[in-house]
């Protein structure tokens, strides 16, 4: 093996799981099932998950007073005209049986007084179809459920490069306690989330750095729709508060709380039918709005009438104590934070990207089912069907020889992650414009720095995490540029209502010299 870095281990796999949320470890269970030998890889450790911090619930269909094309007709009306509506039917379609998968591995979801499965409403939804564990702990009920399963995890490792061949994906190079290691493997799944940490407040965890967007667009695949980064509308506000903020769930707004700004009026009046449970897009630009036109850095969210509210929310009711609120008598300060990437590295209802053995499922991948904003709790219900899908598609894989022959050393862009925050946040928040975005390219482009990925650093992991970060932003900034209109989740104030002209996504790969650049539209 040529080498560029000091290799210190190595394995064989038939397929490299990339993440330990719920799409890594469903497609790991799947693809075991199916008799391959998978190795699966997380940065953090077993609950430093997106998945973990789930508040809401699983979207699937109600047995009762529901419907495939209502569950299809709300989240399309929600994607705001771009999501794939074979897609959407197929996912859809899908979840009844990735839930009873789920529950026969052990999860167990919240019971109604009559015995069967409760279902909770929110935003954007027509019916009560959501369901939930632990009142508000659905995430951590799922992690709970497939960290049992027993399967091999190394914890505390880092993918810095996938490397391909002309037969597709030929293994990973990753970052262990052990030093960098190779693992050959004919397929690799990226299930690495999201990349919230690209904005000063988020509800992501710590390592939501755009790892798989970066290491999926170096080996060659597309991303799509990255420009649409949904602002949770109701994360608990603490003055000077940074990092990972706790959310408050809009199952909370479902149960009855409104929204009311600091002088006691409320916020969504007039402004949707749905007032305080409309999509997530609508209800962010109307508290940014109001915040904007009164001064204020927060609105209120008003719960008092809800009966039982510590017994229905009891991790929201903890993380409001531990800030001196209490939900049952004083009002919830609340602001928008960054909380999920609609878009992603394009991929088929199975997880396939255009990368032979290159596969992608969950928060980090962009089937067509989100469009321009995703509706609430559809998030776990795609990476629980994708996931299994995804598994199972690596079985196509085996038989493929797979040997990483040479570990290269690529030159790539590296930028501070405390500028890179704080222009994100300052210019391609909420609501954006031409000039904001075009100041973030250039305050990017004046403080990044060119060197080998693999090399000169002390700290290799959060080198990663700085080259996705900065690859990321660039690619999200070019995106947001490219969208001249106000559409889902992407707001711009210089062009405020949506064009019928760029009713489609605009996909973007790296070009030969490494830079992000549009490709073919995707109607």
């Given at each position: 093996?040529?080498?560029?870095?000091?290799?210190?281990?190595?394995?064989?796999?038939?397929?490299?799981?990339?993440?330990?949320?719920?799409?890594?470890?469903?497609?790991?269970?799947?693809?075991?099932?199916?008799?391959?030998?998978?190795?699966?890889?997380?940065?953090?450790?077993?609950?430093?998950?997106?998945?973990?911090?789930?508040?809401?619930?699983?979207?699937?269909?109600?047995?009762?007073?529901?419907?495939?094309?209502?569950?299809?007709?709300?989240?399309?009306?929600?994607?705001?005209?771009?999501?794939?509506?074979?897609?959407?039917?197929?996912?859809?379609?899908?979840?009844?049986?990735?839930?009873?998968?789920?529950?026969?591995?052990?999860?167990?979801?919240?019971?109604?007084?009559?015995?069967?499965?409760?279902?909770?409403?929110?935003?954007?939804?027509?019916?009560?179809?959501?369901?939930?564990?632990?009142?508000?702990?659905?995430?951590?009920?799922?992690?709970?459920?497939?960290?049992?399963?027993?399967?091999?995890?190394?914890?505390?490792?880092?993918?810095?490069?996938?490397?391909?061949?002309?037969?597709?994906?030929?293994?990973?190079?990753?970052?262990?306690?052990?030093?960098?290691?190779?693992?050959?493997?004919?397929?690799?799944?990226?299930?690495?989330?999201?990349?919230?940490?690209?904005?000063?407040?988020?509800?992501?965890?710590?390592?939501?750095?755009?790892?798989?967007?970066?290491?999926?667009?170096?080996?060659?695949?597309?991303?799509?729709?990255?420009?649409?980064?949904?602002?949770?509308?109701?994360?608990?506000?603490?003055?000077?508060?940074?990092?990972?903020?706790?959310?408050?769930?809009?199952?909370?707004?479902g149960e009855g709380a409104t929204l009311v700004d600091t002088e006691g009026n409320a916020v969504t009046a007039g402004v949707h039918p749905r007032g305080d449970l409309a999509p997530r897009d609508v209800v962010s630009r109307?508290?940014?709005?109001?915040?904007?036109?009164?001064?204020?850095?927060?609105?209120?969210?008003?719960?008092?009438?809800?009966?039982?509210?510590?017994?229905?929310?009891?991790?929201?009711?903890?993380?409001?104590?531990?800030?001196?609120?209490?939900?049952?008598?004083?009002?919830?300060?609340?602001?928008?934070?960054?909380?999920?990437?609609?878009?992603?590295?394009?991929?088929?209802?199975?997880?396939?990207?255009?990368?032979?053995?290159?596969?992608?499922?969950?928060?980090?991948?962009?089937?067509?089912?989100?469009?321009?904003?995703?509706?609430?709790?559809?998030?776990?219900?795609?990476?629980?069907?994708?996931?299994?899908?995804?598994?199972?598609?690596?079985?196509?894989?085996?038989?493929?020889?797979?040997?990483?022959?040479e570990v290269g050393a690529r030159v790539t862009e590296y930028a501070d992650r405390d500028s890179v925050q704080q222009s994100m946040t300052t210019h391609a928040s909420v609501v954006r414009d031409g000039a904001g975005l075009?100041?973030?390219?250039?305050?990017?482009?004046?403080?990044?720095?060119?060197?080998?990925?693999?090399?000169?650093?002390?700290?290799?992991?959060?080198?990663?995490?700085?080259?996705?970060?900065?690859?990321?932003?660039?690619?999200?900034?070019?995106?947001?540029?490219?969208?001249?209109?106000?559409?889902?989740?992407?707001?711009?104030?210089?062009?405020?209502?949506?064009?019928?002209?760029?009713?489609y996504s605009l996909p973007m790969r790296l070009n030969s010299d490494g830079a992000p650049e549009h490709t073919t539209p995707t109607p």
């Amino acid at each position: 093996m040529t080498t560029r870095v000091s290799i210190g281990w190595e394995a064989e796999a038939d397929l490299v799981v990339i993440g330990g949320g719920v799409a890594g470890l469903t497609a790991a269970r799947t693809a075991s099932l199916r008799g391959l030998r998978v190795l699966t890889l997380s940065k953090g450790g077993p609950t430093d998950t997106s998945t973990q911090y789930a508040q809401g619930g699983i979207a699937v269909v109600a047995p009762h007073g529901d419907s495939v094309e209502s569950h299809m007709h709300d989240t399309v009306e929600a994607g705001a005209g771009l999501c794939d509506a074979d897609a959407v039917r197929s996912i859809v379609e899908g979840g009844r049986a990735a839930v009873t998968a789920l529950t026969d591995l052990g999860a167990v979801f919240d019971l109604g007084r009559d015995g069967q499965i409760s279902r909770t409403r929110e935003g954007g939804h027509s019916t009560r179809r959501i369901i939930h564990a632990g009142g508000d702990a659905t995430g951590a009920e799922v992690q709970r459920a497939l960290n049992e399963a027993g399967l091999p995890v190394l914890f505390g490792s880092a993918v810095a490069e996938i490397v391909t061949g002309p037969g597709g994906v030929q293994g990973v190079v990753a970052v262990s306690d052990q030093g960098f290691g190779v693992v050959h493997a004919p397929a690799v799944l990226l299930a690495t989330g999201g990349l919230g940490r690209l904005y000063a407040l988020s509800t992501n965890p710590p390592g939501a750095t755009a790892d798989g967007i970066a290491l999926g667009l170096w080996a060659g695949a597309s991303v799509a729709d990255l420009e649409f980064v949904q602002f949770h509308p109701t994360v608990l506000y603490t003055p000077g508060g940074t990092g990972r903020r706790p959310l408050i769930s809009e199952a909370v707004r479902g149960e009855g709380a409104t929204l009311v700004d600091t002088e006691g009026n409320a916020v969504t009046a007039g402004v949707h039918p749905r007032g305080d449970l409309a999509p997530r897009d609508v209800v962010s630009r109307a508290i940014a709005g109001r915040m904007r036109a009164l001064g204020a850095d927060h609105v209120y969210l008003d719960a008092r009438a809800i009966d039982s509210f510590p017994q229905r929310f009891p991790t929201i009711t903890a993380s409001c104590l531990a800030a001196g609120i209490d939900p049952r008598t004083d009002l919830i300060p609340v602001a928008p934070a960054a909380h999920y990437q609609c878009g992603g590295l394009v991929t088929d209802t199975h997880g396939r990207t255009g990368v032979p053995g290159l596969y992608a499922a969950g928060e980090v991948a962009r089937t067509g089912l989100h469009g321009a904003n995703r509706l609430a709790s559809n998030s776990l219900l795609e990476g629980l069907v994708v996931g299994e899908r995804a598994g199972a598609a690596a079985a196509e894989r085996l038989g493929e020889r797979a040997t990483v022959t040479e570990v290269g050393a690529r030159v790539t862009e590296y930028a501070d992650r405390d500028s890179v925050q704080q222009s994100m946040t300052t210019h391609a928040s909420v609501v954006r414009d031409g000039a904001g975005l075009d100041e973030a390219l250039k305050r990017l482009d004046d403080v990044v720095i060119r060197r080998e990925t693999l090399s000169g650093t002390a700290h290799p992991i959060a080198g990663i995490e700085d080259a996705a970060l900065t690859l990321a932003a660039r690619t999200l900034l070019l995106a947001a540029v490219a969208r001249t209109e106000s559409r889902g989740c992407h707001t711009r104030s210089d062009h405020p209502e949506p064009v019928r002209a760029l009713r489609y996504s605009l996909p973007m790969r790296l070009n030969s010299d490494g830079a992000p650049e549009h490709t073919t539209p995707t109607p």
